[in-house]
């Protein structure tokens, strides 16, 4: 068996000082390595708490976010006992940046349908975590300010903010809800064997239904139209 082990690379911008984006990279004894590209409300978290476990490092890192929503930080940080946050583990929300070519990474993701993705942010962000950036809005509210560009809550951000536009720039893609493939893949690269656990899962008391965000759904295929090419596009790398 290999042994993995994993780095923080960031990227600067041309002050050679303001981070734009920086990811984890892991590093196999045989040289290899492997880059996951994060996308808020992609299974993110969940892919966060495999990859602790692949590094047998989970007793490090807390998630209590489906047991306490983030506006009542204090009472989380009451029960963390110094833990480190799982959203900590991967840096947040990274801007898309490609990989040197000297890291020889395989570079994998996740994508998703941009209506179920836009539910299940508003579900859990807006109703959950009830995030300062769009509390309370209606869900027409927040449609308005993403048609202004206004993404406030970088979950609602296009995943080409995060992937780029070419699905050709991966090794490896998968789309949700199907992403056993995708996890089976990083099992053999850690070559251990881990089930992914279902996290941020909490949608609130009166969560809103896809029949109601269907009324907006040509509004919805306008704002993601760059997301729809790229999913539109995937050819061969889709697992």
């Not at 064997?193 to 009324?215: A, D, Y």
């Amino acid at each position: 068996m290999y042994k993995v082990e994993s780095r923080v690379i960031k990227f600067l911008g041309e002050d050679n000082k303001t981070v734009i984006s920086a990811y984890r990279i892991f590093q196999r004894s045989d040289g290899k390595n492997l880059v996951f590209y994060p996308v808020p409300k992609n299974a993110n978290s969940s892919f966060k708490k495999l990859f602790v476990e692949l590094l047998s490092i989970e007793k490090d890192y807390l998630f209590l976010d489906d047991e306490i929503p983030m506006y009542q930080k204090e009472e989380y940080k009451s029960n963390s006992n110094k833990n480190l946050w799982l959203w900590s583990f991967l840096p947040p929300k990274p801007k898309f940046t490609v990989m040197p070519s000297s890291l020889n990474a395989i570079k994998i993701a996740v994508v998703r349908d941009p209506i179920e993705r836009f539910l299940s942010a508003y579900n859990n962000r807006v109703i959950w975590h009830k995030d300062i950036n769009f509390n309370n809005l209606s869900i027409k509210d927040v449609i308005e300010k993403l048609k202004r560009k206004s993404f406030d809550n970088q979950h609602f951000l296009p995943q080409t903010f995060f992937l780029g536009n070419d699905p050709n720039y991966f090794n490896y893609l998968t789309k949700m809800p199907s992403i056993d493939g995708l996890v089976d893949y990083i099992n053999q690269f850690f070559g251990k064997n881990f089930k992914i656990k279902k996290l941020q899962t909490n949608h609130g008391k009166n969560p809103i239904s896809m029949e109601e965000v269907s009324k907006f759904s040509n509004e919805l295929r306008h704002i993601y139209k760059k997301d729809y090419e790229f999913i539109n596009s995937i050819k061969g790398n889709l697992l």
